[in-house]
C-alpha cells in the first residue's frame, strides 16, 4: 500500500481469508527520520478497519528499562511512545532474548512486534 525508506505498509490476507495489516519496519539511527516515521505511522490508525500487525527494528527503546549500559534521554522515548499510544498498539508478548541489539557495553531492545486490539 505504502512505503519509504524505512517501512513497508501491507494488506495482506491469510490462508483463513481474513485480512489483516502488516507493517514492517526498518529505523533510522538519524532521531530526525525516525520522528519522521513516527508521523507517517500515525495516520495509519485511522483507517484500521481490522488487526494490524507492525514489527521489525524500531531503532528505539519504548522505555528507559530497555536499555541497560547507556544513556537512555526520555526525548528519545517520548515521541515514539506517543506514536505507539496514538495508533492504539501494544506490545506482543515474547519468549527469547529481551534485549535485541549490543554492543557488549550497551544492551537494548530496539526490536518490537506491536499489535492493535482490532
Given at each position: 500500500?505504502e512505503?519509504?525508506?524505512?517501512?513497508?505498509?501491507?494488506h495482506?490476507?491469510?490462508?483463513?481469508?481474513?485480512y489483516?495489516?502488516?507493517?514492517?519496519i526498518y529505523?533510522?539511527?538519524?532521531?530526525?527520520e525516525?520522528?519522521?516515521?513516527?508521523?507517517?505511522?500515525k495516520p495509519y490508525?485511522?483507517?484500521m478497519?481490522?488487526p494490524w500487525?507492525?514489527?521489525?527494528?524500531?531503532?528505539?527503546v519504548l522505555?528507559?528499562d530497555?536499555?541497560?549500559g547507556?544513556?537512555?534521554?526520555?526525548?528519545?522515548?517520548r515521541?515514539?511512545k506517543?506514536?505507539i499510544?496514538?495508533c492504539?498498539?501494544q506490545d506482543l508478548?515474547f519468549?527469547g532474548?529481551?534485549y535485541?541489539w549490543t554492543?557488549?557495553?550497551i544492551f537494548?531492545k530496539?526490536?518490537?512486534?506491536?499489535?492493535?486490539q482490532?
Amino acid at each position: 500500500m505504502e512505503m519509504s525508506a524505512h517501512h513497508i505498509h501491507c494488506h495482506m490476507r491469510h490462508l483463513t481469508a481474513k485480512y489483516f495489516y502488516f507493517t514492517l519496519i526498518y529505523g533510522s539511527i538519524d532521531d530526525a527520520e525516525r520522528i519522521q516515521l513516527w508521523s507517517i505511522l500515525k495516520p495509519y490508525e485511522d483507517c484500521m478497519t481490522e488487526p494490524w500487525l507492525i514489527g521489525g527494528d524500531f531503532n528505539n527503546v519504548l522505555a528507559i528499562d530497555e536499555r541497560v549500559g547507556g544513556n537512555t534521554p526520555l526525548a528519545e522515548i517520548r515521541p515514539f511512545k506517543d506514536c505507539i499510544e496514538a495508533c492504539g498498539l501494544q506490545d506482543l508478548q515474547f519468549t527469547g532474548n529481551f534485549y535485541t541489539w549490543t554492543n557488549r557495553q550497551i544492551f537494548s531492545k530496539i526490536d518490537q512486534v506491536l499489535i492493535n486490539q482490532h
